[in-house]
């Protein structure tokens, strides 16, 4: 399947807490999770995560430290906050209820 590298408005928050759900993480691993996640069809580019991460910063939901890389190299670490894990879950129920309407139209018998 080809890759898709644009993700749905809305969602890049969304993926960026959750793969924070699992830990701090630099933007790099951040980035590698949402690609690994989904199969690869989703790419991040730094463009886009970066000011996703500050974005999310400025709001609360994420801490950053500065610290080492796997590779010895210095690193800024993401950290979900306690309100970055209620949006989370917040965030999730709103997708999985938006998913679900979506599946629900696509087979919805035709117009009568």
């Known amino acids: ?3 898709t590298p644009d993700i749905v408005k809305g969602t890049l928050d969304l993926l960026v807490l959750k793969a ?3 830990g701090p993480a630099h933007g790099y ?3 590698r999770w949402i690609e690994g996640a989904t199969d690869d069809l989703l790419a991040v580019g730094e463009g886009t995560l970066y000011p996703a991460l500050h974005r999310l910063e400025e709001r609360g939901l994420v801490t950053a430290t ?3 890389s796997e590779n010895n190299r210095r ?4 950290e979900l906050t306690r309100p970055g894990r209620l949006r989370l879950q917040v965030e999730v129920a709103s997708w999985e209820r938006y998913a679900a309407a979506i599946s629900a139209a ?3 018998p035709a117009l009568q």
């Open 106 to 108: 696509l087979v919805a």
């Open 20 to 22: 924070l759900s699992w």
């Open 66 to 68: 500065w610290g080492a």
């Open 29 to 31: 691993a951040v980035a």
């Open 1 to 3: 399947m080809e890759r």
């Open 75 to 78: 690193a800024k670490y993401y």
